[in-house]
């Protein structure tokens, strides 16, 4: 079945010095859905976003979108997509509605066309009380939404936005995430780059896991997880003593165990016999157990054995 | 948002080329404008070093008038000399402005629109332009006020601002260059003032250069400030203009046509390929 892509990336190098940043990024994303492009800090990600958006030159590789390639027609690039960095790039001088009509301007939106528009996005991402107000005095959030809002001035198709949510304390984080469900569902094409494995989870349609300037991992949330395996069985108990017990009984086959919070991890790869299994087991030993939950593996897990390295910092 | 992305009939400018560019420069300059409108300190020192430079000048400056013909006053010969170093100083405000844009996000804006690039850089230019004019209205306002006595006719008028927009446009564009090469906003700050300073004091603005050490002399006489400063001083009261009234002109347009293409291309280079 033939797709029809949005942004193609070709093996993508690009190197600072004897730094080689991006290793040969291959990824490609449908039209109409969104991909995340995940990592830790320094896997390139921004590298790969600025390249896309014709804001930096690379080594090797062909990156096209909607079919203008980056490297001999950027013009017809910069016309057709929108770019949220990481610092929001808008005037800080300028208030919020002066900074959306000049660059309604520069997109070659007519005087009145630009003055409309701009009222339309203040209203749509909640500016419009700080709409004659200096940049100077916005909040974090609301630099954000302003500096996404002047990214969809012209309605470009293509959307990149480069970790939207970093630095936003949880309230303008969900507040952000609203905004971007809400471009998805008007159809645009997203690519969103993100250290936060739920962010990629809650809003993309795939992930594409890059490490070292090199994919390690790509599909849907769903297949990343069940890559990295099977279903864990998590079992709580009530009391110490009772754990202890458990602990004992259940024996080698615990994948993980926490005292603390009396609760043990088990891998199962047949859920019927094995927690069956389990559960004779504890039944025998008369060990009455407080709850149980299985579940599949969660993309910190992925992470984790994709990078080997531990995300900083847990929920 | 999710029907129909905007109830807004967008429509798009179906200029030429070169119409665009000039759109952007306007676009550009009006942001530069604002921008010297809003920042209310450097508003203020728009307005008031003028008036502090004439008064201290005029003051510490008193005896070099002793040596002057008769005719003309301390004030008189002054004037010419503080006017081209209050420009020279102004144009170092476009360093900083373009500075200040390349190490903020904004530049990133800029550069991912379909724009003319240098627009960013006209805007600067421009709108210090704007800002020198402001500068030298109040600078001859005070010095009128002090008793300077100018006799230049309506085409004299007409030839200073000429000259005096021509200088504040080459030295802006020198400006833009230093502050596309900046690794900092102070940075900048130092190498305008390590430029313009020796310019405009080793010059013969403040005292006939006949009267400035002899090493320091033919510097003096022979660098484009001393000549756009005679040329000045020659067309508001009468001193004699010889050759540096086309030399000052040739100067500016020299610089000029030298930094534009300099500052563009280095802007450019900064800007799209890194």
């Given at each position: 079945m033939a797709k029809s892509y949005a942004i193609t990336v070709k093996n993508l190098k690009k190197s600072y010095g004897k730094n080689q940043v991006l290793n040969g990024i291959n990824l490609a994303v449908e039209r109409g859905t969104m991909l995340a492009l995940l990592g830790p800090n320094g896997a390139g990600k921004t590298t790969t976003v600025r390249i896309m958006s014709t804001l930096l030159g690379y080594d090797a590789g062909t990156v096209s979108i909607e079919g203008h390639d980056v490297a001999t027609s950027p013009d017809d690039v910069r016309s057709i997509i929108g770019l949220t960095g990481q610092?929001?790039?808008?005037?800080?001088?300028?208030?919020g509605r002066e900074n959306l009509i000049m660059m309604g301007r520069l997109y070659r939106l007519t005087k009145e066309s630009a003055k409309a528009r701009a009222n339309e996005l203040l209203e749509q991402f909640d500016l419009v009380d700080a709409a004659?107000?200096?940049?100077?005095?916005?909040s974090g959030g609301m630099r954000r939404r302003l500096d996404l809002a002047v990214s969809l001035i012209a309605t470009p198709p293509v959307i990149f936005l480069d970790e939207?949510?970093?630095?936003?304390d949880p309230r303008s984080r969900i507040a952000m995430w609203d905004i971007i469900n809400r471009l998805k569902e008007s159809g645009k094409t997203i690519l969103l780059t993100t250290q936060y494995l739920e962010e990629a989870d809650q809003l993309a349609d795939n992930i594409v896991v890059i490490d070292g300037g090199k994919v390690i991992a790509e599909g849907t949330a769903k297949e990343l997880k069940s890559k990295v395996g099977k279903d864990r069985l998590e079992l709580t108990f009530a009391s110490a003593a009772t754990y202890k017990n458990a602990l004992d009984s259940i024996?080698?086959?615990?994948f993980d165990s926490n005292e603390e919070e009396k609760t043990i991890t088990l891998v199962i790869s047949d859920t019927n016999k094995d927690v069956s299994d389990v559960l004779n087991r504890l039944t025998k030993a008369k060990v009455k157990i407080e709850s149980m939950d299985i579940h599949k593996p969660t993309l910190d897990d992925v992470f984790l054995s994709l990078t080997g390295k531990a995300k900083k910092g847990k929920k | 948002m999710n029907e129909k992305e905007t109830q807004v009939e967008l429509v798009f400018s179906k200029q030429p080329k070169f119409m665009q560019a000039i759109t952007d420069s306007l676009l550009m300059i009006k942001r530069s404008s604002t921008h010297i409108i809003r920042n209310t300190d450097q508003l203020l020192g728009t307005f008031f070093q003028p008036i502090m430079f004439l008064v201290l000048f005029t003051a510490v400056f008193n005896?070099?008038?002793?040596?002057?013909?008769?005719?003309?006053s301390y004030l008189d010969f002054l004037m010419a000399g503080i006017i081209v170093q209050t420009v020279a100083f102004g144009s170092t405000t476009t360093s900083i402005a373009v500075a200040n844009d390349l190490q903020r996000g904004i530049v990133d804006r800029f550069k991912s629109l379909?724009?003319?690039?240098v627009a960013v850089l006209n805007g600067h230019v421009i709108s210090d332009v704007f800002r020198n004019g402001i500068s030298t209205t109040v600078m001859l306002l005070t010095g009128l006020l002090f008793g300077f006595r100018p006799d230049a006719s309506f085409s004299d008028w007409m030839l200073i601002i000429g000259i005096l927009v021509l200088f504040t446009l080459a030295f802006s564009w020198l400006s833009a260059i230093m502050g596309v090469l900046a690794k900092s906003v102070e940075g900048v700050q130092w190498m305008s003032f390590l430029i313009v300073f020796p310019l405009t004091f080793a010059s013969?603005?403040?005292?006939?250069?006949?009267?400035?050490?002899e090493w320091i002399r033919p510097f003096a006489e022979n660098q484009p400030i001393t000549h756009v400063i005679e040329a000045v001083r020659g067309l508001m009261i009468g001193t004699p203009i010889d050759d540096h009234g086309w030399l000052a002109i040739v100067w500016s347009l020299g610089i000029l046509v030298v930094s534009i293409p300099v500052a563009t291309w280095l802007f450019k280079k900064k800007t799209i390929k890194v």
């Open positions: 610092s929001a790039a808008v005037d800080e001088i300028l208030t004659d107000r200096s940049v100077k005095t916005y939207p949510t970093t630095g936003l024996g080698k086959q615990i | 005896a070099v008038g002793l040596a002057l013909p008769k005719d003309i379909p724009m003319s690039n013969g603005a403040f005292a006939p250069t006949e009267s400035l050490a």
